[in-house]
T-cell receptor, first 111, second 111 residues
Framework: GEQVEQRPPHLSVREGDSAVITCTYT??????FFWYKQEPGASLQLLMK?????EINEGQGFTVLLNKKDKRLSLNLTAAHPGDSAAYFC??????????FGLGTRVSVFP | ETAVFQTPNYHVTQVGNEVSFNCKQT?????MYWYKQDSKKLLKIMFS???????VNETVPRRFSPQSSDKAHLNLRIKSVEPEDSAVYLC??????????FGKGTRLTVV
């Protein structure tokens, strides 16, 4: 079955700097890719969804890149701010399959 | 906007007791899930329920069982709780090909 490896497990970022979280997956049939954010004490909120037809998605303060050749998905936080402190999870799914989550990355933004 | 509703938010119980958690989704999704999130934030899928088909993660102990009355409800019963069951239990739902929506979770503490 699908296996998802997420790196790094922890990330400390100075406010205003950028940071990258990377996930690699194994199933070449993977088609749906998601990033979730979980703030302390809260549930998981969808940050961005990426379908295999797109490679770059931009959101508010972050960019998601999908490299299907290398089976790699990355989340780039640009100009980190304290509100970005949270756990981030990537999730991958082939069509009509369940989601497989990465183990998460805990991001701490310090002044 | 919350569309996956879980009760209770918190539950404290003694070893050996039976507990039951409720989950309801108002999104009209066809698949519901239960995830377990431990103290290290690791997300582990426990059950997937779609069109009356139940998919069980084989690592889930038999004391756990899902219960569904219709496609909008998926409850979780733990027959005789153990200390290692202390965790946050997240209910989620999904329509095929879309992202997973999570409830706010039920935090279980076994004393």
């Amino acid at each position: 079955g699908e296996q998802v490896e997420q790196r790094p497990p922890h990330l400390s970022v100075r406010e205003g700097d950028s940071a990258v979280i990377t996930c690699t997956y194994t199933d070449p049939n993977s088609y749906y890719f998601f990033w979730y954010k979980q703030e302390p004490g809260a549930s998981l909120q969808l940050l961005m969804k990426v379908f295999s037809s797109t490679e770059i998605n931009e959101g508010q303060g972050f960019t998601v890149l999908l490299n299907k050749k290398d089976k790699r998905l990355s989340l780039n936080l640009t100009a980190a701010h304290p509100g970005d402190s949270a756990a981030y999870f990537c999730a991958v799914s082939a069509f009509a399959q369940g989601l497989t989550f990465g183990l998460g990355t805990r991001v701490s933004v310090f002044p | 906007e919350t569309a996956v509703f879980q009760t209770p938010n918190y539950h404290v119980t003694q070893v050996g007791n039976e507990v039951s958690f409720n989950c309801k989704q108002t999104l009209g999704h066809d698949t519901m899930y239960w995830y377990k999130q431990d103290s290290k934030k690791l997300l582990k899928i426990m059950f997937s329920y779609n069109n009356k088909q139940l998919i069980v993660n084989e690592t889930v102990p038999r004391r756990f069982s899902p219960q569904s009355s219709d496609k909008a409800h998926l409850n979780l019963r733990i027959k005789s709780v153990e200390p290692e069951d202390s965790a946050v239990y997240l209910c989620a739902s999904r329509r095929r090909g879309t992202e997973v929506f999570f409830g706010k979770g039920t935090r279980l503490t076994v004393v």
